[in-house]
């Protein structure tokens, strides 16, 4: 059973210190969640470096229409599934980085609460269980609506975050008992 982590090892305080760095502000509320996933670096990094295709393991979005050549400054428009207090997102990829797998989404638009959100998801090597894993870290920091506190609005993007963690897991392990070990089409 794979899980997400409250008490942080070593390794992963160091990846946050050094990838997941925020500029908080007053009326904000920021946080970091780990996830550890039985499938190899490479083929995580596949999925989660898609801007294009959040949709491959995000279960709240289904459709993505990205405006621009898929690099630092794109933009890309998500319909989000009913159920949540929102139906668009406008997004900018902000960050993108294949050699150190650190990708970060700033949100700059949409029919939601979540508003100066900034994320930021880096994906590294380990071992679990004597095969290749992959630790997954995402960091955000967004405003907190008014009406809200900063509990409830960490509260909420966290399970979002959970979610979205537990799927790509879910995808990831069952590609690379599929046999998957290529990372899937990164055009």
Not at 49 to 78: A, H, M, N, T, W
Request: net charge negative.
């Amino acid at each position: 059973m794979v899980s997400i982590m409250n008490v942080r090892s070593s390794s992963e305080d160091d990846y946050i210190r050094r990838h997941h760095r925020h500029d908080i502000r007053e009326n904000q509320c920021s946080s970091s969640l780990v996830k550890h996933i039985r499938a190899p670096v490479h083929l995580v990094w596949s999925l989660v470096r898609r801007f294009d295709q959040p949709q491959r393991y995000k279960p709240f979005v289904s459709r993505c229409i990205v405006q621009g050549d898929l690099e630092i400054g794109s933009v890309r428009e998500v319909n989000v599934k009913s159920g949540l207090p929102a139906t668009t997102s406008k997004e900018r990829l902000e960050l993108l980085n294949d050699e150190e797998h650190i990708f970060g989404v700033k949100i700059v638009g949409g029919d939601h609460r979540l508003r100066n959100y900034s994320s930021i998801i880096t994906v590294h090597p380990e071992v679990i269980d004597g095969r290749p894993g992959t630790m997954v870290i995402e960091s955000f920091v967004v405003d907190v609506p008014d009406g809200n506190t900063k509990d409830e609005t960490c509260y909420f993007v966290e399970a979002l975050i959970r979610c979205n963690l537990k799927s790509l897991a879910d995808v990831s392990e069952r590609l690379a008992v599929q046999g998957h070990m290529e990372p899937i089409d990164r055009t």
